[in-house]
Every structure is written in C-alpha cells, then in structure tokens.
C-alpha cells in the first residue's frame, strides 16, 4: 500500500461572503477511498464562483476554497480507485457520473442521482472535505475547490483526459466552454439553417455562440449589456450583437422584429430572471426551445403561460447536457483536433496569489455585477 501524507499547500480560502479571498496555507488529507488526490495546473473562474461569493452569500457556505474549472494531474489515489494512476492528467467536475443510477444509465440525460446528495445546492458545498486550514474544516465548493495547489476529489466527478493536452487551455472544459456549447448542440439541439439569440457573453454565452454555429445555424444574435463583448462575439461565429441599452422597446421585441417572429432557439447566459423571460418571449411562436444556463437561487421566474401554450419549448441545461466523464475526454479532443476554440477564450494569465486581481477582473467584466 502505498504511503499517504498530508500535503500543505496554497489555497485561496474565502473565509467569508463579500469579502478578499486570503492566500493561506492549508492541509490537504490524503484521499479516502474512491478519491483522487489532484495536484491543479490552471485554473478558470466562473461566474458560479462569483455568484456563492457576491450574490448567494450562504454564510452555511463558508469557509470555502471556490474553484470548479481546472485541469491538473493525479498526486495520489485512494484505495478501491483503479481508473486513474499518478501523473494522469485529469480534468476534476462539478457534476459527478457515477455511472451506476437510474439517471447515469439513461441517455436522456446527464443528472446522476448522487450529485446532488455529494454536493448541497443551498451551500454549493460538498458535504464531505479534506481541507483544514488554521484548525478549522474549510468547505470544498462544488466538490472540487480548484483555488489550490492541491485538491481532492471523488472518482465519479474526475476525468482522464489526453496526455497531450495543454492543461492551461483545456482547464476551460471543466465548465463553462462544455456548458454553454452543450447547451446549444445537445440540449436546444440548434439545427443547421436555423437562427438563434445568446443573452450573456461570458465564457458560457460565447461557448453557446461557439456551439450555435457548430451545430449549423446561418444567423447568430449576441446579446449583452456590455458592448466591449461585440467584437469577441464575432470571434466565436455571432452575426449580429445587441445591446439591450440601446433599444427603447423590450429587448424580445426587438428580436422579434429583427427575425419576423421570433429566433428558432435562444440560450440564456446570465443568471438573471428577467432575462431567461426576454430569452423565452424573444423565440419563435410555434416552435422556438429557450434554454436557461444562468444560475440564481434567490429568485423565481414568471411568465405568461401564453408563451407556452402557443408552441414555445422551455428547457435548463446544467453542465452543457454532457454526462461529465463522458463528455469531457471528448471535448478536450475536440481541442486537440482544433475542431473547438479555447485559446480565444483566454483574457489573462495569473498566479494563484492573485485570485482576487481575477474575482475583480471578471465582476468588472459583468455588467450584472457593476
Ligand atoms: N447551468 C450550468 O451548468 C452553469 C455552468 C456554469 C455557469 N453557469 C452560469 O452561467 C452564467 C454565466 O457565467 P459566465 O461565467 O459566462 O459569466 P460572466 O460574468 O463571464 O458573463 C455574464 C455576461 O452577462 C452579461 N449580462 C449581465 N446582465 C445582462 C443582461 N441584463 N442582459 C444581457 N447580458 C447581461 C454580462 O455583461 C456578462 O458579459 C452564470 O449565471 C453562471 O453561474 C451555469
Ligand atoms: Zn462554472
Ligand atoms: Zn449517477
């Protein structure tokens, strides 16, 4: 057996909601059985990370090390854990495959029962954690905790990837490149020729752009607040952008005057219930499917039951549809035979000591921060 140790490493602990995440010194427990011990490359934040920090606040939530979209490779395995050997390079995910429940075993979709029972939604925490810092437990958000050199995470939420892949590019699989382009290929399942609306353009809303035009769609709308997103949502395959500012009229009028009557599919990327209603009022009567990605917990939707009685479909799409293990693997191959962009994604390159230059950066990025 082999011999296993504590690791003392660098975390970015957020030891409170609203406040600087503190560079300090934390124990890493070596892995249980059935979990991988992950020494992290790169790292990307998500707005999700933003969100438990600024706009969920859960005080149940913390002290946590945020942290979900990152690539590494494998220090050391639990017992019972034959997939992965040390030195794999792996992408670590919010959303486990355990393979085995009803919902794994069903293609429909990429729920797995023991996600939500591994990670509580209230405190976007896991309930188990191997992290302690200053004698304290210290949470690992969304099971994954990538603010640190070190992390460890169950089997059924980790990923063998390509040998070949650059870690700092492919990092941005773990979720907001695989969420927003699944959202557009497999869960509003875009078909070629048809036109689509994106409301958000961060990392998800420009995958979904990405994906819209992967899947065939002649007219892309991008939609967002900021118009300093305009030219990169070119980049991704937008034919057209709109800053809702701009316009006097609902910004769903204006789409549906643009397209007579409405986008085939529309994708909302914000995390704002308004806007997954402007998502939905702006696709077409009869057929249009709107799909919702943005994450909120702290308010409920309305609509006019209208929308939907005459023809709309309404669908969410958590982690792009891909069932985790699965999907990532493919994703980072998609990469390497340059059939996806992720390079075009990246804006800055940072050390772990400036997580909060990064938090900073991406809240004066989104307009729904400022
Ligand atoms: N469903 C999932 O599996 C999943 C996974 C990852 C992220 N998310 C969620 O997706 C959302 C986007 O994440 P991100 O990392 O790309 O965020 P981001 O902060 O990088 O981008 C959000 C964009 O939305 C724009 N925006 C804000 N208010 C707007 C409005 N009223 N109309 C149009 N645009 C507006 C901002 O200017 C910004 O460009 C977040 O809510 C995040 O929590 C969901
Ligand atoms: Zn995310
Ligand atoms: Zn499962």
New binding site residues.
Partial sequence: MALMWVIKCKAAVAWEPNKPVVIEEIEVAPPQANEVRIKIVATA????D??HLFEGMNKDGFPTVLGHEAAGIVESVGPGVTEFQPGDKVIPI??SQCQECHLCKNPKTNQCAVAWTRIHQETMSAVESRFTCKGKRVLQFMGTSTFSEYTVVHQMAVAKIDPAAPLDKVCLVG??IS??YG?AVNTAKVEPGSTCAV????????AAVMGCKAAGAKRIIA????PE?AEKAKVFGATDFVN?KDHDKP?SEVLTEMTNGGVDYSVE????V??MR?ALESSAQGWGVSV?????TLHDIAIQPIHLISGRTWK?????GFKSKDGVPKMVKAYLDKKLKLDEFITHNMTLDQANDAIEL??N?????L
């Fill in positions: 934040v998500c707005h999700s933003l969100y919010f959303l979720c907001g969420t927003g959202a409301f958000g353009l961060g990392a998800v809303g420009l939609v967002d607040i900021n997103k809702p910004i990327c914000v995390g704002n308004q806007v402007s919702i990605v943005g994450w909120t969410g799409s958590l982690f792009g991406m809240k990025f989104c307009m729904k921060c």
